[in-house]
């Protein structure tokens, strides 16, 4: 029996989709039949992802926005409603930080941008995209946070402002989920733990990598598929009543 794309029919934004993990959730619904939005701010990069989805058989458009700015995330989400009528599926995929300091060395700036980043973002794209899945009576929302946003990593050093932002997206998560789950929307974050992007290779050394490895149950770090799955799941019929959890991807770096 020919398979059937678990996405088939949806129109999917994923955010931050130039590389990492957004880049492998956008891949991943692609192959599941979804019609994929790439957005992020390096156009080069979402060109790149867009060409291998294509040649892959799958469908996909770009939009370049930098999505700190809540007029670029309005006019980004007006601009695929008006092209594709309806918007099923948004992946908040945005965030990160660019290094560690202790907090008597954090500036105004480094606290605004990480919570810019990882929160504003995450609410300004969540917020643009409420208006068309209430009016169809469907949606989904899916936001990357992390392990940070729930506990400090335990082998390793953390940023506070981004554990702040993502414990941030957690709790709007839950309200999000409370708010608009009479419209048939369901809102969920994925919290991974350390995956190896490009990102995550340029901050931690491989001392700090191998640490985390060894020192989680599973004794090694996870991928960037992992979380992909687990977006795909959240996203997929089979999760229509799972709404406001906390899906930790970690390989059991942090159990509760
Ligand atoms: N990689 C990990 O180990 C890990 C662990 C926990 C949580 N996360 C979270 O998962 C998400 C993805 O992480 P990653 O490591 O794949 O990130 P990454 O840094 O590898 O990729 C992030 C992408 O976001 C884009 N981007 C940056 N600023 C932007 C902006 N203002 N507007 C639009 N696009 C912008 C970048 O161009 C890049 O393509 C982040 O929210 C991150 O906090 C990652």
Do not use: H
């Amino acid at each position: 029996m020919e398979s059937i794309g678990k996405l088939v029919g949806n129109v999917a934004i994923v955010t931050a989709a130039g590389q990492g993990l957004g880049e492998s959730i956008a891949k991943t619904f692609a192959r599941e039949g979804a019609l994929v939005i790439l957005v992020d701010i390096n156009q080069q990069e979402i060109l790149r992802v867009k060409e291998d989805i294509i040649e892959e058989g799958g469908r996909a458009d770009l939009m370049v926005a930098d999505l700190t700015k809540s007029d670029q995330v309005n006019d980004l989400v007006n601009a695929v409603v008006k092209d594709y009528k309806t918007i099923d599926i948004l992946i908040n995929g945005a965030g990160g930080f660019q290094k560690f300091s202790p907090i008597n060395e954090i500036t105004d700036s480094d606290w605004n941008d990480v919570i810019a980043l990882n929160l504003n973002s995450a609410f300004y794209c969540s917020r643009a995209v409420s208006s068309i899945m209430i009016e169809n009576k469907k949606g989904r929302i899916i936001s990357l946070s992390s392990g940070a946003g729930i506990a400090p990593n335990p082998y390793a050093p953390s940023y506070i402002p981004y554990g702040a932002a993502k414990a941030g997206l957690i709790g709007m998560t839950k309200l999000m989920a409370r708010d608009i789950g009479q419209y048939g929307i369901t809102v969920n974050v994925i919290a991974p733990g350390t995956a190896l992007t490009p990102r995550v290779k340029r901050i931690r050394d491989q001392e700090s990598l191998d640490n985390i490895a060894s020192m989680n149950p599973m004794r090694n770090l996870i991928e960037p598929k992992d979380c992909a799955e687990a977006a795909l799941f959240l996203a997929s019929d089979e999760a229509r009543y799972i709404t406001g959890i906390t899906l930790m991807v970690n390989a059991g770096n942090l159990i509760l």
